[in-house]
């Protein structure tokens, strides 16, 4: 089955549609670093490393050598800041400019049979729910029937409390000879022991606290936060964020073996959404969260430490990807 990807990112997404059976005949990433990494892993894929705007003013039927109608799937996430509400009508002229806009151009253009797009659950509460109802319009605009829920990672064997808005579009013509349905959650969700850890990594792999975080950090026991320390030791620490509302749990956040991990971040060191090693007192590698990420060791990262974790962060779990792109084949095949 044939997908084109958009946002393709470092390929969780991709690598999880893959093992469930797509073969991408094309992923769009802007990024040279994650670019370059789904290079590395997949020579034979056809990734463009360029700016969508460009891409979606081609050919696409030419450019990816397939008539409008007969690609099976078209998946991405696109970023969907700055919408305009200025037109009544809420359609594709009210996101121009967006990147979302280009998403739907390619929908528009290739008429997949299905679609999947994913993105952050506050997607669903932007602009008191404008931007989502924006999105939905569109998709209807374009001859699709939409199905969307809010589901977490730790639910599908990923070892990992993520939440992602999942929405799925079917073609109006092909509704009725298929159906779609989300994958049911797993019974065993698994935790930080499942997860293979390192012994002192190099620096090469991995970030490091200040001499001074490092000292505060080694008080906070495995699955505890900064409630759980000398208040003036934590008063010191958290400055201005102790007097702010809120359980700020994210704060001197020290991971336990028996929990999953918190939403692995792009950035390692941000004061009030640490996430410390439960056995050893650093961040955790960016290897490491890319296994919390399911992805496998042998799927390098391309750049430096920083974007390596960035291109990790931003990923989808590769096991959530796995079990959405497997109920999507599902449907597929019954056509």
């Given amino acids: 089955m044939k997908s084109i990807e958009l946002f393709a990112g470092a390929g969780g997404l991709a690598l999880g549609l893959e093992q469930a059976g797509f073969e991408h005949i094309g992923l769009v ?4 670093s994650a670019a370059n990494t789904l290079i590395m892993n997949r ?17 696409l039927e030419k450019e990816f050598n397939i008539k409008k109608g007969e690609l099976d799937l078209l998946s991405g996430g696109a970023p969907c ?7 009544k009508r809420l359609g594709l002229q009210d996101v121009r400019g967006t990147m979302f806009y280009y998403y739907a151009t390619f929908l528009e253009q290739l008429q997949p049979k299905m679609f999947l797009f994913e993105n952050v659950r506050g997607l669903l509460s932007h602009d ?23 589901l977490n990672s ?5 070892p990992q409390k ?28 698994p935790i930080m022991r499942d997860v293979k850890l390192d012994t002192n990594p190099s620096d090469d792999e991995c970030s490091r606290y200040s001499p001074y975080k490092e000292k505060v950090f080694s008080l ?47 950035n390692p060191g941000m004061k009030q959404t640490d996430r410390c090693h439960p056995l050893e007192v650093r961040p955790f590698s960016y290897r490491e969260n890319a296994r919390i ?9 391309w750049g430096t430490l920083a974007e390596k974790y960035r291109q990790v962060g931003n990923a989808v779990p590769v096991r959530l990807a796995f079990e959405v792109g497997s109920k999507i084949k599902e449907a597929l095949e019954k056509i």
């Fill in 81 to 87: 800041q700055s919408f305009s509400y200025a037109g």
């Fill in 29 to 32: 990433e802007y990024d040279r």
């Fill in 162 to 189: 993520r939440e992602r808005l999942i929405t799925v579009g079917i073609r109006k013509d092909l509704k009725n000879k298929c159906a779609f349905s989300f994958p049911m959650k797993h019974s065993y969700k």
């Fill in 220 to 266: 906070v026991p495995p699955g505890g936060y900064w409630r759980d320390i000398d208040p003036e030791i934590a008063k010191e620490y958290m400055k201005t964020c102790w007097y702010m509302g809120g359980g700020r749990t994210g704060i001197l956040r020290r991971i336990g073996l028996d929990e999953p991990s918190l939403t692995v971040l792009t």
């Fill in 43 to 59: 020579p034979k894929w056809n990734v463009l490393c360029e700016d969508i705007a460009l891409t979606a003013q081609r050919d």
């Fill in 293 to 301: 990420q399911t992805f496998p060791d042998d799927w390098v990262f």
């Fill in 154 to 158: 730790w639910d599908y064997g990923v």
């Fill in 128 to 150: 008191r729910g404008k931007t989502y109802r924006t999105i939905l319009s569109i998709f209807e605009e374009k001859g699709y029937q939409t199905c969307h829920e809010v």
